[in-house]
């Protein structure tokens, strides 16, 4: 089986890659849904979640108010380290068991975090959906309603994309048609 990570930065059209991978019939892990998985009513990500930060991240039913903890995740870089050491072990080791009962011959993980978690050596090659920064800022303040500052604030939680761009092994320029974005999706699988 071969593993290639897609990553790119927060607005940078991943999920337009995604979608077109999973049409063309690619198996995809997407490690945000294992992320909001491990952290449901019940799970241990939640359990350690509250017994370092409280209660006060949680709804009234019990489960994790999202925008309240994201809050304090993009407010301050200890918080966000913090959070991300409680769940990254939980995630892996679901991404682990997803790959290890997989029978697909290309099987993607999409994974925005991939380099800043050091994900990259768990994976076969590492494709990056790109868009220069200043598109990237107008699309996450068109797509979230955010102003410039908060849009630079979520934008700067993440390495650069032209710093992740320096070590994918592929990249796939997403800043023209969505039709040129498919073709050179269609290139690099065919080099597979």
Do not use: C
């Amino acid at each position: 089986m071969k593993v290639i990570g897609l990553t790119g930065g927060i607005a940078t059209g991943k999920s337009t890659v995604v979608r077109y991978l999973i049409n063309r019939g690619y198996k995809v892990i997407d490690a945000d849904t294992v992320a909001r998985e491990v952290v449901e009513v019940g799970q241990p990500a939640l359990a350690d979640l509250v017994h370092v930060f409280g209660e006060s991240i949680l709804t009234q039913e019990g489960a994790l108010h999202r925008k309240r903890l994201g809050k304090l995740m993009f407010s301050d870089v200890t918080t966000r380290q913090t959070v991300n050491a409680i769940l990254h072990p939980y995630i892996f080791d679901s991404i682990r068991i997803q790959r290890e009962q997989s029978q697909d011959k290309v099987l993607f993980i999409d994974m925005p975090l991939l380099f800043e978690v050091g994900y990259e050596q768990q994976v076969d090659e590492v494709w990056l959906v790109y868009v220069p920064h200043s598109i990237q800022l107008t699309r996450l303040m068109k797509r979230d309603g955010l102003s410039e500052e908060e849009a630079q604030q979520r934008i700067k939680a993440q390495w650069p994309v032209e710093r992740k761009r320096a070590f994918a092994n592929l990249t796939i320029d997403n800043s023209g048609t969505i039709d040129a974005t498919y073709r050179q999706v269609e290139q690099a699988l065919a080099r597979l």
